[in-house]
């Protein structure tokens, strides 16, 4: 069964602070690509990064980086020194299969991150 | 820097009634999309659309729902028969290639069936 969970429904932060925000998914696919997308108090969705399932490097960004284990299932987002305009909701995603995929994204349930100054 | 955009902003309908959602994706983009968010709840896809054929749909995208691309820039989602459990802010999303692509979405198109 595919499955993204994000076990942290409301993290809250002072600014400055560094949060890491946990993703775990489920899939039986050897395929599968992982999101990460950002959705700011205005709404819409933003994308932040995807990551396919034979890339385990970590990747860095800026102030954001992503730690993809395949063993533990994770697909980690950790925000260095955290800014109140990072205050939003975060969604992991899941996306399986390679030559039968037709885009279809399994969205976790979120994690809202409220970066207080 | 080209946009997904989405009309209107917020619907507000009668039970029973049909409505029309649109949906103008980025012009070099092939693939479309529809998702609902419920208020609060996790995003959930709708049905994925490509060469004017549905490619997949969920369970949720049952026949009270339809998707068309009437012209080369608009891209609709209609439902026939509202329901109170339809509203929900619904997002359009394109991308430019098939598969696990980045998908660019809209702003969101809230509905709320009274």
């Known amino acids: 069964a595919q499955k993204v969970t994000q076990a942290q429904t409301e993290i809250s932060v002072v600014e400055k602070e560094d949060v890491t925000l946990d993703c775990v998914y489920e899939?039986?696919?050897?395929?599968?690509?992982l999101f990460w997308y950002k959705q700011p108090p205005s709404g819409e969705l933003v994308f932040l990064i995807r990551?396919?399932?034979?890339?385990?490097q970590n990747e860095i960004s800026g102030r954001y980086s992503w730690n993809f284990q395949k063993s533990t299932s994770s697909f980690n987002f950790t925000i260095t020194a955290s800014q109140v305009v990072d205050s939003a909701v975060y969604f992991c995603?899941?996306?399986?299969?390679?030559?039968?995929?037709?885009?279809?994204?399994?969205f976790g349930q979120g994690t809202t991150l409220q970066v207080k100054p | 820097e080209p946009e997904v955009t989405q009309t209107p902003s917020h619907q507000v309908t009668q039970m029973g009634q049909e409505v029309i959602l649109r949906c103008v994706p980025i012009?070099?983009?092939?693939?479309f999309y529809w998702y609902r968010q419920i208020l609060g709840q996790k995003v959930e896809f709708l049905v994925s659309?490509?060469?004017?054929?549905?490619?997949?749909k969920s369970e949720i995208f049952d026949d009270q729902f339809s998707v068309e691309r009437p012209d080369g820039s608009n891209f609709t989602l209609k439902i026939r028969s509202t329901k109170l459990e339809d509203s929900a802010m619904y997002f359009c999303?394109?991308?430019?290639?098939?598969?696990?692509?980045?998908?660019?979405f809209g702003p969101g198109t809230r509905l709320t069936v009274t």
């Open positions: 999303a394109s991308s430019e290639d098939r598969g696990p692509y980045e998908q660019y």
């Open positions: 899939t039986r696919d050897t395929t599968y690509y």
């Open positions: 990551r396919n399932s034979f890339d385990e």
């Open positions: 995603a899941l996306s399986e299969g390679d030559s039968s995929n037709t885009g279809k994204l399994i």
């Open positions: 012009s070099n983009h092939l693939y």
């Open positions: 659309f490509y060469n004017n054929e549905i490619s997949e």
